[in-house]
């Protein structure tokens, strides 16, 4: 799923036009903690889906949408080029609906939701932190937690009840960034970043008593790749 681009465009478009502000180089012992709004955009791409081993179709598949939440980082500045950086949030949502001619042609939208939070450690690299404008990049390693899955509305009506499970991934990450200095230790961030998350997702049929006569125990399976990108907009306070 794409995400919109206006947010960074509107924080490019204010850091071209700020002139005149006085530079504040980042020095070891900095710390910065920035808020704003995160946008975590999954590419959605994945295996087939099988039921009981059996494919429901080569083109059969899952995707996965966009959700908007709180983001936080946390920044240690090491020295006045490299930093360590800590990625928080509040639990994105998403809905993970049906592809390809089984699922769509059995009238199934939604398969599962779940929530997920991606805390993420990077090393940054700032190319000229004594500037106002503040470009970096970085690399880090990123661990998702998948919590509070259920069964979409759209396949439990034909399926029963389900048991959803989504394994938690391990993948690296990798951003381009920059923070713009206003002036009294106030940032003006924005970033753009590439989440390597990938999950099995296993739904269990918990009764046979289902339209599509599965049998209690029939596993539900298929492997996403999630790789989100994710676009985020803050405001940051040096201390």
Request: proline share 3%; glycine share 10%.
């Amino acid at each position: 799923m794409k995400a919109t681009l206006k947010p960074l465009t509107l924080a490019a478009a204010i850091a071209a036009c700020v002139v005149g502000t006085q530079a504040h180089a980042y020095e070891a012992g900095d710390f910065i903690v920035r808020a704003g709004v995160t946008t975590v955009a999954p590419d959605g791409d994945s295996t087939q889906v099988y039921a009981g081993g059996n494919s429901l179709g080569a083109d059969s598949g899952v995707d996965v949408d966009n959700d908007t939440q709180l983001g936080l980082t946390f920044t240690y500045m090491l020295d006045k080029a490299w930093g360590v950086e800590v990625l928080a949030a509040t639990p994105f949502s998403h809905d993970a609906s049906g592809e390809g001619s089984f699922l769509n042609g059995a009238g199934i939208g939604s398969v599962a939701d779940t929530k997920q939070l991606p805390p993420t450690v990077s090393a940054v690299y700032y190319f000229n932190s004594d500037s106002a404008f503040k470009p970096y990049v970085g690399l880090g390693l990123n661990y998702t937690i998948f919590f509070d899955e259920e069964g979409g509305s759209n396949l439990e009506a034909v399926t029963g009840d389900l048991d959803v499970d989504l394994d938690d991934s391990w993948g690296l990450a990798a951003q381009v960034g920059f923070d713009l200095d206003l002036g009294d230790n106030l940032l003006l961030n924005a970033s753009v970043r590439y989440i390597d998350i990938d999950t099995e997702a296993t739904l269990t049929v918990k009764n046979s008593d289902n339209a599509l006569s599965l049998p209690a125990g029939t596993r539900i399976t298929t492997d996403v790749d999630i790789d989100p990108m994710v676009y985020s907009v803050m405001i940051g306070y040096k201390f």
